[in-house]
């Protein structure tokens, strides 16, 4: 039984050298201590030795496990050194190792114009107003005076989401209603610009889209005069252009502005002396102004012999345009990298 146990415990250490990870190591384990193990089965053999024989085979065989259990622990913590090790290498972090790229993205073109137009009319105290892109008639016509009649509410110009005998829902084809929402809950004095999307039944070429951007801005206090109008798009036109950049007024129509203009900025291009951008003629249009019309201000529960105010209105797509020299609207809608890459 001396040789049994000195052949096992010699195994055992002789297969102990040679592993070198931790499953290894447990089937060692289970094939010598395990409940079918080596050792296990030399116990199981006691019950065939002389009684007073017993205590001391049970004492070698005491000593050939502690033996064996000893050399396994030793050789379990090695093993676990080497695979903590092992991990470490693995997941070792080389700080000196340049990063990976990463691109910067940029604001679109329009997103950069139209912030800058916020920026000049906040710092002129104007509040930035929002309202509903999908809105009944009545807020986007008939509250601003455009009569049923009117080219503007033809199906071919706007979409029509229902079609009922009244207050149909429409998707704006301006911001205005903006507008009228404020003046309906705001008494004066009132001082707001509405950036937002607008609709047009238009097929996209290169002049038109059926979805564009618009900045309006509506003044009403008392005494609110055309001067002021012209005044305050003259200083637009400089904080938008530059410093030498002037403005004139035209005679215009509009249902909702009495009297209304247009209004042009000289060319920034060519600084008036006309170039292919202004089509030789020195000056750019850049968007429709007037003075409200009474009839909106009273439509809006406003007292039109008390009050009066000046509207105008932009758009954003167009301004950039000419901001940029960008000479088809469909290109900043594309989404093409090479474009959009230079507003970096
Ligand atoms: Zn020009």
Redesign the pocket.
Same mark, same amino acid.
């Given at each position: 039984m001396q040789q049994t146990l000195k052949a096992i415990v010699d195994n055992c250490i002789k297969e102990l050298g040679t592993c070198n990870d931790l499953s290894a190591l447990n089937t060692i384990k289970v094939k010598v201590l395990g409940k079918n193990g080596e050792l296990t089965q030399v116990l199981r053999g006691m019950k065939d030795i002389a009684p007073d024989e017993r205590p001391k085979a049970g004492k070698l065989i005491n000593e050939a496990r502690e033996q064996i259990e000893k050399e396994i622990d030793q050789k379990e913590n090695v093993l676990n050194e080497l695979e903590l090790q092992k991990r470490l290498e693995n997941e070792r972090v080389d700080i000196t190792l340049p990063s990976a790229k990463v691109s910067h993205g940029a604001l679109h073109p329009q997103t950069i114009v139209r912030n800058k137009i916020i920026d000049i009319f906040t710092s002129m105290g104007y509040s930035v107003e929002d309202g509903p892109e999908i809105e009944t008639e009545y807020y986007n016509f008939e509250a601003l005076n455009i009569p049923d009649d009117h080219p503007s509410k033809d199906m071919q110009d706007t979409f029509f989401i229902t079609d009922s005998m009244r207050y149909n829902i429409i998707l704006r084809s301006q911001t205005s209603n903006t507008q009228i929402r404020v003046m309906e809950k705001t008494k004066p004095p009132i001082k707001m610009i509405n950036p937002g999307r607008v609709y047009r039944c238009d097929d996209i070429d290169a002049t038109h889209s059926p979805m564009f951007h618009q900045i309006e801005g509506l003044v009403v206090d008392k005494g609110i005069n055309m001067s002021d109008l012209n005044g305050t798009l003259g200083a637009f036109v400089k904080e938008l252009f530059g410093s030498k950049a002037r403005t004139r007024l035209r005679p215009s129509f509009f249902p909702f502005t009495e009297p209304s203009v247009e209004a042009d900025a000289t @060319?920034?291009? =060519?600084?008036?002396?006309? =170039?292919?951008? @202004?089509? /030789?003629? /020195?000056w750019?249009e850049i968007l429709g102004a007037g003075m409200v019309n009474p009839k909106v201000l009273t439509n809006c529960g406003i007292d039109s012999d008390v009050f009066t105010g000046f509207a105008f209105g932009m758009g954003v797509d167009r301004i950039t345009n000419i901001f940029y020299g960008i000479t088809d609207c469909r290109i900043p809608f594309e989404n093409d990298i090479r474009f959009l890459k230079q507003f970096r």
């Open positions: @060319c920034p291009f =060519c600084d008036n002396k006309g =170039c292919r951008v @202004c089509k /030789g003629t /020195g750019i």
